[in-house]
């Protein structure tokens, strides 16, 4: 099957920091860009970060400099380090590639 997983959410205090993980179950992955995408309580989704399969990234505006995006060897797994994190953080994390989306995963950051 293919599909992507993410992992790594959770609650965190404001300055803290957390590791998200998306992995994809095929090679084809590799081929294409893979992007985070957050959706707050009441907000539409948005573009947090993306990474093309050359490596190039791109950040929103509100995330830039705390966050970071990066993929794994085999280009199938893609992490956002999160730095720095404030409350607005606050979130479901997806991870879209190849015409796929993953099933979210909760970040939480306390004040």
């Known amino acids: 099957q293919v599909q992507l997983v993410e992992s790594g959410g959770g609650l965190v205090q404001a300055g803290g920091s957390l590791r998200l993980s998306c992995a994809g179950s095929r090679r084809i992955f590799s081929m294409y860009d893979m992007v985070w995408y957050r959706q707050a309580p009441g907000k539409q989704r948005e573009l947090v970060a993306s990474i093309t399969s050359g490596g190039s990234t791109n950040y929103a505006d509100s995330v830039k400099g705390r966050f970071t995006i990066s993929r794994d060897n085999t280009k199938t797994t893609v992490y956002l380090q999160m730095n720095s994190l404030k409350p607005e953080d606050t979130a479901v994390y997806y991870c879209?590639?190849?015409?796929?989306w993953g099933q979210g995963t909760q970040v939480t950051v306390s004040s």
């Open positions: 879209k590639s190849a015409g796929l």
